[in-house]
C-alpha cells in the first residue's frame, strides 16, 4: 500500500489519481490507433478524451462527496479547495461518479459532432477494460475497494492508515481491487478477440463491454466489503 505516490513540500500525487489518469491516457492511446484504422482521424478520439476525462473527474469527486457528505459539512469549501491538512492536493474520489457523468458527457460530445455515438462508443468502449484493469492498482495501493475477510494464500493484510487496514486492522482480507483488474484485462483481451471473428452489428462492442462490466462486478462484489 502507498497511497502517496510522490510528495515535495506541500505537494503530493495521490497513486490512485495517478493511475486513473494513466489508464485514461492508455486507453485514449488504444482507442486512438483503433479509430484510425476504422477511418476516424485520431483526433476526435483525443478530443472526445479529454471532455470525458474532465467530466469523469468531475463525477467521481462529485459522488465521493455526496456519499461521504459528513466529511464535508462545516468546510464546504475542501470540496474544491486543493490544499488542506498542510498538503496540496485533492484525495477522494469514486468510480462510480466518473463512469456516469463520462458516459454522458461522451453522449454530448457525439451530439455536438454529429457522430453516431455506438460507432464511436464500439471503438473507445472496449478499452474502458484496459483502463480500468490500470485504475484498480490505484485502489490497491491506495488500499480502498478492499474485499472481506480470508485466509487464502494470496489474501492480503493492509497496513493501518489505509481504509482496508483501518477497518480490518492485521486481517487478511481479499484483494478485491486486483481481482477486478485482471478480469478487466481478461475482457478486454476476450473482446477484441472476438471482434476480429465475424461482422458485428453496430454498437455490438459497446453493449458487450458493459455485459462484461456487469458481470466482472457481480462476481467481485461477492468478495468486496461493504460497510
Not at 186 to 213: C, D, H, N, P, Q
Request: aromatic letters at 16%.
Amino acid at each position: 500500500m502507498h497511497r502517496v505516490l510522490i510528495k515535495i513540500g506541500s505537494f503530493a500525487i495521490y497513486s490512485w489519481g495517478f493511475m486513473v489518469a494513466l489508464g485514461f491516457a492508455v486507453a485514449m492511446w488504444v482507442s486512438s490507433r483503433r479509430a484510425k484504422k476504422r477511418g476516424f482521424k485520431p483526433d476526435i478520439v483525443l478530443d472526445f478524451g479529454v471532455v470525458v476525462i474532465l467530466a469523469s473527474l468531475i463525477g467521481g469527486r462529485l459522488w465521493y462527496v455526496v456519499t461521504h457528505i459528513d466529511e464535508f459539512r462545516g468546510h464546504w469549501l475542501d470540496i474544491i479547495n486543493p490544499y488542506h491538512h498542510g498538503v496540496f492536493g485533492i484525495a477522494g474520489m469514486a468510480m462510480v461518479g466518473g463512469v456516469i457523468l463520462g458516459i454522458i458527457a461522451a453522449f454530448l460530445f457525439c451530439k455536438v459532432k454529429r457522430i453516431n455515438f455506438l460507432t464511436l462508443g464500439d471503438i473507445v468502449a472496449p478499452t474502458f477494460l484496459l483502463g480500468m484493469f490500470i485504475g484498480r492498482w490505484g485502489c490497491f495501493l491506495n488500499g480502498c475497494c478492499f474485499g472481506r475477510p480470508c485466509n487464502l494464500p494470496w489474501c492480503v493484510v493492509f497496513p493501518s492508515g489505509s481504509p482496508a487496514g483501518d477497518q480490518f486492522s492485521g486481517i487478511s482480507i481479499h484483494p478485491t481491487q486486483l481481482y477486478e483488474g485482471l478480469i478487466d484485462l481478461a475482457a478486454f483481451l476476450i473482446l477484441i478477440t472476438l471482434e476480429k471473428k465475424g461482422k458485428k452489428f453496430r454498437g455490438w462492442s459497446f453493449w458487450m463491454t458493459f455485459v462484461f462490466y456487469g458481470l466482472i462486478r457481480a462476481i467481485v462484489d461477492y468478495f468486496r466489503y461493504y460497510d
